[in-house]
């Protein structure tokens, strides 16, 4: 096996650099490992957040070729099976600020995940005595949102964070919110709902980020999917986000089919639509994407319905429930 090769995106406070160490393979060692080997025998002035290394305090959690992994918890020799290569480009987690070298600044997200969640209010008749005792099926249905180690690594690679953090919030943010709202114990589950609700929880983008690079196969996007179901059936309909939603269903109840022609009226009101999305319709056209006709075709009389459409509303009838 050939010699490792870490390239490390250094920080001094000032200046970026990238640097570039080689070591000798040693099979079965972890990133974290590797960094401590680089820290004690070739360079004391590399700086990284570890603790435990047994993927339980979250503290490691660093980006390696652009994606988030846990370094105690992650095996240079497959990492180097799944690049297909033997160098590996380490950096500090994104979307976080950087102190020095791979140690991002917690400090805003803690505080932000404290404003949002003010943790788990028990129900009245939980006495100090007795405890908050739940069956455990009650524990279980919140078993996987306790898993969460706030290691960063959904944040890191979360695109609408990326793109605008001012009115969205860490995804693991929306996964603790949607641990107390589902506890049993919980004396008023909707006000977590609620408090997401305001939010960004319409925001979320959808793509899957968060899900794949939990270390603890948490999926924030889920979380964010099921507070949004109990924000709606507790009523919040109006905004872009819960309309989005509902024009959504009403295509697949009616077709089957995503009509975005008629999906973008009804999510943003026909005004706004017709005067902000203008601009880009035009520019479909232009680019020959869509046609006048078609578009007129569809915003009228697409009532198609895709095959065997009965199935998929029985599927969403019992999706209502
Ligand atoms: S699915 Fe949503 S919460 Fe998850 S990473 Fe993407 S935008 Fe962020
Ligand atoms: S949800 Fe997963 S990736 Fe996000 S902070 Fe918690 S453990 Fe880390
Ligand atoms: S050192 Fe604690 S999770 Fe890696």
Known sequence: MQNFIFLIDRFDGTNSWRQRYEFPHKPGM????????????IDPTLNFTA???SAICGACAVRVNGNAVLACDTMVDDLREQWGEDTL???PLGNAKVISDLVVKWDEKI?????ANTGLHARDEFSAHEGCRQSPEDMQAVS?????ILCGSCASECNKLSDDST????PFIYTHAARYAKDSRSKNPMEHVMDMERSGLWKCLHCMECVTKCPKGISPADDVALLRDLAYRAGCTEGPGPRHAKAFRTDLENTGRLNEVRLVPRTEGMTSAATKRLPFTLRMFSRGKLTPLEAARLFVADNKRVQDHDGLCRILEANRK
């Open 51 to 53: 603790s435990c290394r």
């Open 111 to 115: 505080h932000r995940l404290r404003k």
């Open 144 to 148: 996987k949102q306790w898993d969460c």
């Open 30 to 41: 972890t990133v974290l490992a590797c960094l401590i080997h680089i820290k004690e025998n």
């Open 167 to 170: 009115d969205f919030l860490e």
């Open 89 to 91: 480009t380490i950096s």
